[in-house]
């Protein structure tokens, strides 16, 4: 098994930036790739970013590409998403997810999953 812990989400200003953190623990050796989710109330489920737990390779969904960096620090076995100019429409939770096999820019199908953290951006 998988243990994921998000952390930093919070209310932040138009324009403003956060850094989300998932710590991962447990059989981390079999993790393929790591992603950060997002729902917001009334929309779908979406993967914003996800990479290969080791190696390169990164995936952004359009409405992330340009202001979300998800990368990993080895040493801590965490993973970030940095978010720039926030807006409104991001607010959402943010759940950390982790899968032993697909791919990381697959939206299906991942094996482990966060309690989420709350990221509201005020206009």
């Known amino acids: 098994q998988v243990q994921l812990v998000e952390s930093g989400g919070g209310l932040v200003q138009a324009g403003g930036s956060l850094r989300l953190s998932c710590a991962a623990s447990?059989?981390?050796?079999?993790?393929?790739?790591v992603g950060w989710f997002r729902q917001a109330p009334g929309k779908e489920h979406e993967l914003v970013a996800g990479r290969r737990w080791t190696g390169v390779g990164t995936y952004y969904a359009d409405s992330a590409r340009g202001r979300f960096t998800i990368s990993r620090d080895n040493a801590k076995n965490t993973v970030y998403l940095q978010i720039y100019s926030l807006k409104p429409e991001d607010t959402a939770v943010y759940y950390c997810?982790?899968?032993?096999?697909?791919?990381?820019?697959?939206?299906?199908?991942?094996?482990?999953w966060g309690q989420g953290t709350q990221v509201t951006v005020s206009s």
């Open positions: 447990g059989r981390t050796w079999s993790m393929y790739a």
């Open positions: 997810a982790a899968r032993e096999r697909g791919d990381y820019y697959d939206t299906l199908d991942w094996d482990y």
